[in-house]
């Protein structure tokens, strides 16, 4: 499933903190940073990125964004817009807003991006499921010719690990 390069690590860990050429924020349409995922990137990037995000937002939902990293050790964060402000992520928004990313990480020429699980904390989407469509819409962009040399999922805590580890085994795994 992963291109002849392709490396797939699954961990858990501290998306802001990763040494990788773009992050994804799990965002909603408007791309305003509030809590969760967002919050985090918004209070460790400083203000440019939310000042990036008011420039191009808001999105349809289903879409992403792509903008500079302020102060976070990355070039990129992606913003996967899986929902409306306050709503709720659906399989289809997450897969649309998730083949958005890899492609905006295609034409951007990244090479190694970190992602979480995109709709699983306040816009209570399953993360087995989410597992699953991450799974899809990777293989789909690494099919359709994204070079990837690292997709790094990184999870809030341990028992997330779980569903993205039984999502992508055997075909690529490591972490």
């Not at 659906?90 to 190694?112: G, Y």
């Not at 099919?143 to 997330?160: I, T």
Request: glycine fraction near 12%; hydrophobic fraction near 45%; aromatic fraction near 6%.
């Amino acid at each position: 499933m992963a291109g002849a390069q392709t490396r797939v690590v699954i961990i858990s860990g501290d998306l802001v903190e990763q040494k990788v050429d773009a992050i994804v924020n799990a965002a909603n349409n408007d791309l305003q940073l509030g809590g969760g995922v967002a919050g985090a990137i918004r209070r460790a990037a400083g203000p440019a990125v939310q000042d990036e995000c008011d420039l191009h937002g808001p999105v349809q939902v289903g879409e992403a964004a792509i903008t500079g990293a302020g102060k976070l050790r990355v070039r990129y964060v992606i913003h996967a817009a899986s929902m409306s402000l306050g709503g709720r992520t659906t399989r289809a928004s997450l897969k649309s807003s998730m083949d958005h990313v890899f492609r905006l990480a295609h034409q951007n020429h990244i090479a190694s991006i970190a992602v979480p699980a995109v709709g699983t904390g306040i816009a209570g989407f399953p993360i087995d499921e989410c597992a699953r469509v991450m799974g899809e819409c990777l293989r789909s962009a690494l099919s359709e010719g994204w070079q990837a040399s690292e997709v790094r999922f990184v999870l809030f805590g341990e028992d997330a690990k779980a569903p993205f580890e039984a999502a992508f085994w055997p075909a690529f795994a490591q972490g």
